[in-house]
């Protein structure tokens, strides 16, 4: 499935990112345990809830100590958000920061937490989705996995395309810009490679 383009002008003013062009990597490993997930891809939901997960994101995560991926229900949108076991450690790390029994840490443990599945594939690279995260985030017959960087989210394709419109639409008549890092300070690792080849799993 194409992947969505992303209108924005960087600070290097000799490059600029048009609406209409996208790239097609889906992951990239940095051998270092950090990896990011981009681009859109929509893949069936059968009766028995099972979906494939995209082979770019299960290659990016080959190297995690769990064979699958967390999911918990978006606290803003009718998503899903994934992320690999890696970045579920970052987040019991980061509140384990918090003040201990503060509503604070009370409350963003049980949202996410508590409420996260370990969802691991099947000898296919498919999970079954719960019948309660289907239900949240109005799933029919059709996953859209939105890649956002080190994590990822779940939608029913039908709700987040008007959205990602939109996002695009303000991106644009706000002439958001981006300051990109400079490459010293990007973590060490092969720099992404792209391909011409659909995810066809």
């Known amino acids: 499935m194409p992947c969505g383009a992303y209108p924005f002008q960087t600070h290097d003013s000799r490059k600029t990112a048009h609406q209409g062009q996208c ?10 345990g950090e990896v990011l997930f981009t681009g859109t891809h929509i893949h069936k939901l059968d009766r028995k809830g099972r979906v494939s997960v995209p082979k770019r994101f299960r290659a990016a995560l080959d190297t995690e100590e769990f064979a699958g991926i967390y999911l ?3 606290h803003k949108e009718s998503a899903l958000e994934g992320c690999s076991h890696s970045h579920m450690e ?9 003040d201990m029994f503060s509503d604070e840490a009370d409350d963003l443990a049980d949202t996410i937490l508590g409420s996260s599945h370990m969802l691991p594939y099947d000898g296919e690279g498919r999970i079954i989705l719960p019948a309660e995260l289907i239900e949240f985030a109005r799933i029919e017959d059709q996953v859209a996995f939105v ?3 080190r994590t990822f989210r ?13 996002s695009r639409t303000r991106t644009l008549n706000r002439g958001a810009t981006l300051k990109l890092k400079p490459m010293t300070e990007l973590p060490k690792g092969a720099p992404p490679g792209t391909t011409t080849e659909e ?3």
Do not use: H, M, T, V
């Open 23 to 32: 790239s097609e990597i889906g992951f990239f490993n940095q051998g270092n």
């Open 72 to 74: 918990y229900q978006s």
């Open 90 to 98: 970052r987040i019991a790390a980061s509140l384990d920061e918090l």
């Open 147 to 149: 890649g956002r960087g």
């Open 154 to 166: 779940l939608w029913n394709p039908d709700i987040f395309k008007p959205l990602q419109e939109a």
């Open 199 to 201: 995810d066809a799993s």
